[in-house]
C-alpha cells in the first residue's frame, strides 16, 4: 500500500486561504469574456485579435496601428475611413507571475501577524488558481521557470512555489520566457535596487507583454511607528542596528518610503503596466480583486 503523502502545515494553510479567497471573487472578467466567445473554437481557441494566421475581422484603422495592417482592398470600399485586418489569436498567452524569494518578505511587525511572505504566497496561489479554472495558462518565474494549466495547476503551482525555501540571491525577477501579449505579476516588497527590477520588467515589456507590479507590505513598513530605543535587524545581510530615539526618524523615513513608491509608481507607468500597493493588515480578497481588473484591464489593452 502506497503511503499516504502529507502536506506540510504551511502549505495547507496557504492553500486552504488562497482557495477561500478565490471562492469569493466572480470568474475572471477577461476569461470569462473569452470564453464565451470561444467556444466553438475550443479549448485553446482565442476569438480575438492577435498574431494568428486566421482572419476574424476588420476593425477602424486608428493611430498608432502599423501601416503593414491595412486592409487597402476593404478600405478602398470605404470613402472616407482605412480599416485593418485582425486575425484570430491561435496561441494561448500565459500569466506569469513571480514571488520575491528572499528573506526580506519573511516580516511581521505585529507578534503571530501575517507575514509580507505568506500573504504574498496566498495572493500568487489564489490567483494561479483564478487564472487556471478560467482555462488560463499560469506560469512561475523562478530559477526554473514552469508553465501549470488544468484542473490541478493551482496545486502544482504552489508546490513549485516551495513556502519553505529562501534564497538572498534572488531578489529581483531572473530571466524568464515571454511572447508577445502574455501578463506578468511581480510580487515583492520591492526592497531592493530598483534598476534590476526594472531592468527584468523593460524586457518583458519589450515584447509585448503587460503586467503589474504589487507591493506588500507590513503596516509598520509604511507608518513607521517606532519610539525610543529601537533594535533594527535585516532579514537579507543579518546585520542589526540600536537607534537610541527611532521617533527622530519617522518623518525622514517616511519621506524615503513615499519616495521609494513614487519610483516603483513611475516604473510603471513607463511601461503602461500597473502599481498596486497592499498591505498585509488590508484584506487579502482586496488585493486579489485588484490584481484580477489590472489584469483584465491589461489584456483588454493588448487586443
Known sequence: ????????????????????????????????????????????????????ETFWQHRAYSFGDPVTAIDWRQSARAADRLYVRQNEWDAAAAVWIW????????????????????????????????????????????????????????ARFLEALDVGAFDERASSPPPFPIAAHSRVVFISDFFTDLSTVSAAAARAAALGAKGALFQ?????????????RTEFADFESRDRIIV??????????????????????????????????????????????????ALAEDYGRAL
Do not use: C
Not at 501577524?113 to 494561479?128: E, P, Q
Not at 506588500?216 to 525610543?228: Q, W
Open 1 to 52: 500500500m502506497a503511503a499516504k503523502r502529507e502536506e506540510a502545515p504551511g502549505v495547507f494553510s496557504i492553500r486552504r486561504q488562497a482557495e477561500e479567497i478565490a471562492s469569493t471573487l466572480p470568474p475572471l472578467l477577461v476569461e470569462a469574456e473569452r470564453i464565451a466567445n470561444t467556444v466553438a473554437a475550443g479549448l485553446h481557441g482565442r476569438r480575438r485579435a492577435g498574431p494568428g
Open 99 to 154: 514571488r520575491d524569494p528572499s528573506r526580506s518578505l519573511d516580516y511581521a511587525s505585529a507578534e503571530g501577524g501575517v507575514t509580507k511572505r505568506l500573504r504574498a504566497d496566498i495572493v500568487a496561489t489564489a490567483l494561479a488558481s483564478l487564472l487556471a479554472k478560467a482555462g488560463e495558462r499560469v506560469g512561475l518565474i523562478g530559477s526554473t521557470p514552469r508553465i501549470f494549466h488544468g484542473r490541478s495547476a493551482a
Open 244 to 293: 537610541g530615539d527611532a521617533g527622530g526618524l519617522r518623518e525622514a523615513y517616511r519621506r524615503a518610503f513615499a519616495a521609494h513608491r513614487e519610483a516603483l509608481t513611475a516604473m510603471a507607468n513607463r511601461l503602461q503596466w500597473t502599481f498596486i500597493a497592499h498591505r498585509t493588515d488590508s484584506p487579502a480578497t482586496a488585493a486579489l480583486l485588484a490584481l484580477y481588473l
Open 216 to 228: 506588500v507590505i507590513d503596516a509598520a513598513e509604511e507608518t513607521f511607528p517606532f519610539a525610543g
